[in-house]
């Protein structure tokens, strides 16, 4: 066996043996010390026997028994030794791995949520670049039926080409939904939305190089759905200091992408048997998750000040990772969490969080 390939589990075994094979020599030793005592008892009582001639053997043969009960007291404090010290190994092999594997979910969870990031920062690109095409700006500057068929067409030639999004809503400053890229689908064309609060928080943006990112929420236009919204202002003449005219808020389909995210972390076959891999949002809603439990209703605490770390809790490690943002996407605190069942019963104990990479 090569360095390069030890395992913790290997060291964890070799201890094992160690301690099987110490417990059994100090047996053996015990067992050939018996003999010997009796042997000596033998001796003591065949001199006892053989008078003044056997004297100077019973002497030999107290001494035997003298030296037997010193090795039966060694081998008693050897075995006790061994066991405390064996004990301690175990403890450091058990502690090397729940901190190896804690730290190697910690940075899993990051992983899962960068991916996440790195998604949702070219969601807000299209939003801010789609917001100056001269379709959308004619029909809020030049309202009328013709030009809204013709922004609902050019929604739908977005559609085809990006399958991330649900559906893609042009509203007027007034809050009515003018042109849509899937009418057909789900008919919200003339549907108020100004109490969304992704509309009330968009028109207020100050530039067309911003944004504004809506939690997961269920979407009732679109049947039901769990979206991300993404708005920026529609501006006269598609120009970034440009007065706001309208609204285009893109519905990203979040559960089947997010599924595909935690589904795809690299766990093991083992590991994937016994872990729960979570997105979870600043206000500790699950929003993903690869057994598709606890959508929006299980709320999960963060812990070690909510960045990044793991600990033990209830016979699982729960490691977790805070948002590093990417780019111009800065993240809205969502984590990314990782819970895995230790495949043997362990004690319930709580370790202190270990810091992650960020």
Same mark, same amino acid.
């Given at each position: ?280 949002? *600043? $206000?500790? @809603?699950? /929003? =993903?998750?690869?057994?598709?439990? #606890?959508?929006? +209703?299980? %709320?999960?605490?963060?812990?070690? &000040? ?6 033990? *809790? $209830?016979? @699982?490690? /729960? =490691?977790?990772?805070?948002?590093? #943002?990417?780019? +111009?996407? %800065?993240?809205?605190?969502?984590? &990314? ?18 810091? #992650?990479?960020?």
């Amino acid at each position: 066996m090569t360095a390069s390939v030890v395992s913790i589990r290997d060291i964890s075994s070799k201890s094992a043996s160690v301690q099987e094979i110490a417990f059994n020599k100090v047996g053996q030793i015990r067992a050939i010390n018996r003999r010997m005592r009796i042997l000596a008892l033998n001796a003591l009582i065949e001199a006892e026997r053989a008078g003044d001639a056997g004297r100077g053997f019973a002497v030999v043969s107290q001494e035997v028994r003298g030296i037997s009960e010193e090795v039966e007291k060694l081998s008693t404090a050897l075995e006790a030794e061994l066991a405390s010290e064996i004990g301690e190994i175990s403890s450091l092999v058990e502690e090397m791995s729940q901190s190896s594997q804690g730290q190697r979910l910690v940075d899993l969870a990051l992983n899962a949520i960068e991916i996440v990031d790195r998604n949702l920062y070219e969601r807000t690109c299209d939003v801010r670049w789609w917001a100056t095409d001269s379709a959308f700006v004619d029909a809020m500057t030049q309202p009328g039926e013709a030009a809204f068929a013709y922004a609902a067409r050019r929604l739908n030639v977005i559609l085809r080409a990006y399958t991330v999004y649900l559906d893609i809503w042009l509203c007027d400053p007034s809050g009515r939904v003018v042109a849509s890229g899937r009418g057909d689908r789900f008919p919200v064309a003339g549907a108020d939305v100004s109490s969304r609060s992704w509309f009330r928080t968009g028109m207020g943006l100050r530039t067309g190089d911003d944004f504004h990112a809506e939690d997961i929420a269920r979407e009732a236009l679109l049947a039901d759905t769990m979206v991300a919204t993404f708005v920026t202002p529609v501006r006269t003449g598609g120009e970034v200091n440009g007065r706001p005219v309208g609204l285009l808020a893109i519905h990203f389909d979040w559960e089947p992408q997010s599924r595909t995210i935690v589904e795809g972390v690299r766990l093991t076959d083992d590991e994937r048997a016994v872990s729960r891999v979570l997105i979870v949002d *600043r $206000d500790n @809603r699950v /929003i =993903a998750s690869s057994d598709g439990a #606890g959508l929006l +209703t299980e %709320r999960l605490s963060a812990f070690g &000040g909510g960045e990044a770390g793991w600990q033990v *809790r $209830d016979g @699982r490690i /729960i =490691a977790q990772h805070v948002t590093p #943002g990417y780019e +111009t996407y %800065r993240g809205l605190g969502w984590r &990314g969490v990782i819970e895995q069942r230790f495949t043997v019963e362990k004690p319930s104990a709580t370790v202190t969080p270990i810091k #992650g990479r960020r």
